[in-house]
C-alpha cells in the first residue's frame, strides 16, 4: 500500500495516477477487513475504487490527462515533510499498543454500545445500530453534508451549458480557452 | 457502438442484479455487513454503468434530473422528519422507541426508516454528481 | 518488545507524509486532489487500527463471541468516507470551473496568469 502511494507521486501521467488511486483504495479496503472493520471496508471498495475512479476520469477527460512538469522546487517540501513526520512518529511513543484491550478508546462507550445494542434495537450489526440510533445527530449532519455537496456541485458546474453558449459571443473564446 | 456488443449484453445481464444487491444491502444492514451509506453507492454505480456503455443521454431519460434532485432532497428530507416524529409522538429528536408500541420495534422501524433516508440521499447525490460531470462540454 | 506494538501508527503517518507531500510539493490540481485523498484514507486506517482489539472479532453479535471490535471508529469511518467522497467531487468541480476560466490546471500557471492581470 505504501509502495502504490510512493508511485503515485511519481508518475506525472494522470491517467496513471488515477487508476492507481483506485487500487490504493482497494488495498485499504482489504485492510480494514483485516481490522475488523467489514461495514467500513464495503463502504471503501464501493466508493473509492469505484465512484471515486468514475468522478476522477471524468475530470481528466474534461481537463488534461498529463502533468506539465515535476515539481522544481523538491527540497523545501520534502524537509518540512519528513521534519512533521518525526514529530508525530516522536508523539506515537505514547500512544496505546495495537490491540491492547485496555485502551482508552474501549473503555469509554464502546462497552455500553456492544453491551445494550441487543436488548435496545433488537439488532445483530452494532455498526447499524450505533450509526442510526445512538449517533442518529451525527448521521443526519453527515447526509446534510453530502446533500450540500451535491448542491454545491450543481450550483459550481451544473448549469454551465446555457450560460457559456450565451456569452460566447461577446467573451470570444478567452473564458473558454 | 457495434463493437461494443459485449459490454452490452454483459452490463444488461449485471444491472439488475446490481440492483437486486443494493436493495439487500439496504434492508440487510441491521443484520449483516451493509446499510444506507453502502447501498446508496451500489444503487447509483448501477446507474453509472448505464451511462458508461448506453451513453449519457439514454441514461438521462431513464433517470431525469428532476428525479435525481428529488431523491437527493427527499432522503434528508425522510430523515428529518422521522426525527421530527419522535418529537411529536413524545420523545426527543431522533429517539425511535417511541415510534411503536414495543420499543424495540420502534428503534427497528426508526432505524430501517433512517438507512432508506440515508440510502436516497446518497444514491441521488452520487447519480447527480456523476451526471453533472458526464455532462460537461469538452 | 515496546517497539512492534507501534507499527500501525508508523504505516498511518507514512502514507499521511506521502500525502502531505503531493499536495505541498505538486502543482497540479487534480494531483493534489488525489493526495488530499491519500491523507484522508491514512486518518482512516488510523482510527481503524486504533477501534482493533485484539481477539476480537466483527462487531456483529452472535451467539458465543465475548470479544468483538470497538465498533464506534467504524460508524465515524463509515460515514467519513461518503462524505470524503462527496467533498471530492466538490473539489472536482471547482477544478473544472478553474479550468474553465483559466484553461490550466496548474497552479503556477493559473498564479502566472493572476500576476500579468
Do not use: C
Amino acid at each position: 500500500m505504501a509502495v502504490t502511494a510512493l508511485a503515485l507521486v511519481r508518475l506525472r501521467n494522470l491517467f496513471a495516477v488515477v487508476m492507481l488511486a483506485g487500487m490504493f483504495s482497494l488495498l485499504a479496503a482489504v485492510l480494514y477487513v483485516v481490522l475488523d472493520a467489514v461495514d467500513v471496508a464495503f463502504t471503501e471498495a464501493a466508493v473509492g475504487a469505484g465512484i471515486t475512479t468514475v468522478l476522477m476520469l471524468g475530470t481528466l477527460a474534461l481537463t488534461t490527462s498529463e502533468e506539465k512538469a515535476a515539481p522544481r522546487k523538491i527540497l523545501a517540501p520534502l524537509l518540512l515533510v519528513v521534519a512533521t513526520g518525526a514529530v508525530l512518529i516522536y508523539g506515537t511513543m505514547d500512544m496505546p499498543r495495537y490491540g491492547d484491550p485496555n485502551a482508552p478508546i474501549h473503555r469509554h462507550v464502546a462497552p455500553y454500545y456492544l453491551e445494550r445494542t441487543g436488548p435496545d434495537t433488537g439488532l445483530p450489526n452494532v455498526v447499524t445500530a450505533v450509526l442510526a440510533s445512538y449517533r442518529g445527530y451525527d448521521t443526519l449532519g453527515e447526509v446534510a453534508v453530502i446533500f450540500t455537496a451535491a448542491v454545491g456541485v450543481l450550483i459550481l458546474i451544473g448549469r454551465s451549458r446555457r450560460p457559456r453558449k450565451k456569452r460566447q459571443p461577446a467573451d470570444k473564446k478567452k473564458a473558454a480557452q | 457502438m457495434i463493437f461494443k456488443a459485449v459490454l452490452r449484453v454483459v452490463s444488461k445481464l449485471l444491472i439488475p442484479p446490481i440492483m437486486l444487491f443494493a436493495l439487500y444491502v439496504q434492508f440487510h444492514g441491521d443484520f449483516g455487513p451493509g446499510g444506507g451509506f453502502q447501498a446508496g453507492v451500489i444503487f447509483a454505480s448501477a446507474f453509472i454503468l448505464y451511462a458508461l456503455i448506453f451513453g449519457i443521454d439514454n441514461a438521462r431519460k431513464v433517470a431525469p434530473a428532476w428525479a435525481t434532485r428529488t431523491l437527493l432532497s427527499l432522503g434528508l428530507l425522510l430523515y428529518a422528519s422521522v426525527g421530527v416524529a419522535g418529537i411529536l409522538l413524545g420523545g426527543n429528536f431522533l429517539d425511535y422507541s417511541v415510534l411503536a408500541e414495543d420499543p424495540v420495534i420502534g428503534q427497528h422501524l426508526g432505524i430501517t426508516l433512517i438507512e432508506f433516508g440515508v440510502g436516497a440521499t446518497v444514491s441521488g447525490a452520487m447519480i447527480t454528481i456523476f451526471f453533472i460531470f458526464a455532462h460537461q462540454d469538452r | 518488545m515496546e517497539f512492534p506494538g507501534l507499527y500501525n501508527y508508523w504505516i498511518t503517518i507514512v502514507l499521511m507524509m506521502v500525502g502531505f507531500y503531493i499536495v505541498i510539493a505538486h502543482d497540479n490540481l487534480i494531483k493534489k486532489v488525489v493526495g488530499l485523498n491519500i491523507f484522508q484514507v491514512s486518518v482512516f486506517v488510523f482510527y481503524i487500527s486504533m477501534a482493533k482489539v485484539r481477539g476480537g472479532t466483527a462487531p456483529i453479535l452472535d451467539a458465543g463471541i465475548e470479544i468483538y471490535s470497538n465498533p464506534l471508529p467504524h460508524v465515524l469511518i463509515l460515514t467519513a468516507i461518503v462524505v470524503g467522497v462527496a467533498t471530492t467531487a466538490l473539489a472536482l468541480a471547482l477544478v473544472v470551473r478553474i479550468r474553465n476560466a483559466y484553461g490550466t490546471i496548474e497552479d503556477d500557471e493559473i498564479e502566472g496568469q493572476e500576476d500579468d492581470a
